[in-house]
């Protein structure tokens, strides 16, 4: 009985895992080209290099940023504007299923403590279709000692 089951468990591992393998690839995959958007359109702030990650629809949740393609070639020409040496570091990169997560740290100042902002993307067919975001200054006098990063 014992043999039975782990000869039935090897079955099924052989038979999950291309699976598992093609939906971790994809996730790595995802998760390359929301680095690759990020990097292109928040921190160049280059719309042409950026719009390529996009699907054929984007749907912006922040209520403070428009909707749309548009809507984000706009936001660049904000950042570009108001602050050009503004610059986000990637401290970490989550995939699942056909999201990928950021914790960023985002400094418009040169000079200032930034925020610690966590994005969330949707993808389909691997181009970027939706986006999350919460954002959180960084206080001069944590109640802890604890860091946002």
Same mark, same amino acid.
């Given at each position: 009985m014992r043999s039975s089951l782990i000869g039935l468990a090897g079955l099924l591992t052989l038979a999950v895992s291309p699976a598992f393998a093609a939906g971790a690839a994809t996730q790595e995959a995802n998760k390359k080209? %929301?680095? !690759? /958007?990020? !990097?292109?359109?928040l921190n160049k702030k280059d719309f042409d290099a950026a719009a390529k990650f996009f699907g054929p629809r984007y749907i912006q949740h922040n209520p403070t940023a428009p909707d749309g393609i548009e809507g984000f070639k706009a936001f660049l020409g904000f950042l570009r504007e108001k602050f050009p040496d503004s610059h986000s570091e990637i401290k970490r990169a989550f995939a699942e299923g056909d999201f990928v997560i950021l914790h960023v740290h985002s400094v418009r100042e040169k000079g200032t403590r930034g925020r610690a902002i966590v994005d969330i993307f949707r993808l389909e067919d691997g181009?970027? %279709? !939706?986006h999350w975001d919460v954002a959180q200054e960084i206080p001069e006098k944590p109640a802890n000692g604890n860091?946002? /990063?």
């Amino acid at each position: 009985m014992r043999s039975s089951l782990i000869g039935l468990a090897g079955l099924l591992t052989l038979a999950v895992s291309p699976a598992f393998a093609a939906g971790a690839a994809t996730q790595e995959a995802n998760k390359k080209t %929301v680095l !690759e /958007f990020y !990097e292109a359109g928040l921190n160049k702030k280059d719309f042409d290099a950026a719009a390529k990650f996009f699907g054929p629809r984007y749907i912006q949740h922040n209520p403070t940023a428009p909707d749309g393609i548009e809507g984000f070639k706009a936001f660049l020409g904000f950042l570009r504007e108001k602050f050009p040496d503004s610059h986000s570091e990637i401290k970490r990169a989550f995939a699942e299923g056909d999201f990928v997560i950021l914790h960023v740290h985002s400094v418009r100042e040169k000079g200032t403590r930034g925020r610690a902002i966590v994005d969330i993307f949707r993808l389909e067919d691997g181009k970027i %279709v !939706e986006h999350w975001d919460v954002a959180q200054e960084i206080p001069e006098k944590p109640a802890n000692g604890n860091s946002m /990063f």
